[in-house]
């Protein structure tokens, strides 16, 4: 069994988002890609998260044709696989019906960047997909597209998508993304909410690189 390392990853992932309530049931989907090749690793399809192991973790080329594995992929592998091709900087994915996110997905709305950490994190409001039906070319297109250089999309009447460079950083986007919705919707509820600046935005997102501690 290859990339042994890169399984734990995804399986250490999955389990997150199962007990992090970011999904419920065998909903939501996490990858990452294989250095230097045409290959990622991926959830399977319907299968629950707290019985899930490292072999059940499948490998498949950007075609999603299985190259190591006894399970079917996870449906939205052709979504993965587009975003791989088109975006050489991402290197991991998770994807996640968490509520208030999903919220807006299906209000087809944009959760605006209000929280410091939104900005900081992620960078850019997060902007609705056109619906397209889950598993399809279509979704994969309208993912890519509306996400661009992001790191962040909603699929309208769905969930979310968070890439990252490593495994941690697409979880840390998922969860500061569903954050920053859930306060969206208190602040509503109070009557207003104030979005940062474009300048404020872009200020807190460049210093973020220096953010913590200098490694030795």
Known sequence: MRYLQERKDVLEAAHNISTSHLVVGTWGNVSVKIKDQPLMLITPSGMRYDTMTIEDIVLVDMRINVVEGK???????????????????????????????TAFAVAHLSIPVIMEETAQVIGHEIVTAPYAMCGTRELAVNTVNTLGIGKAVLLANHGLVGVGRNISDALRVCYIVEETARVACLAHNL????????EEIAILNRNFDSYGQVKT
Do not use: F
Not at 88 to 101: E, F, G, P
């Open 71 to 101: 399970w079917k992929p996870s449906t939205e592998s052709p979504t993965h696989a587009e975003i791989y091709q088109q975006r050489s900087d991402v290197k991991a994915i998770v994807h996640v019906h968490s509520t208030y996110a």
């Open 191 to 198: 009557g207003q909410s104030h979005s940062l600046t474009p």
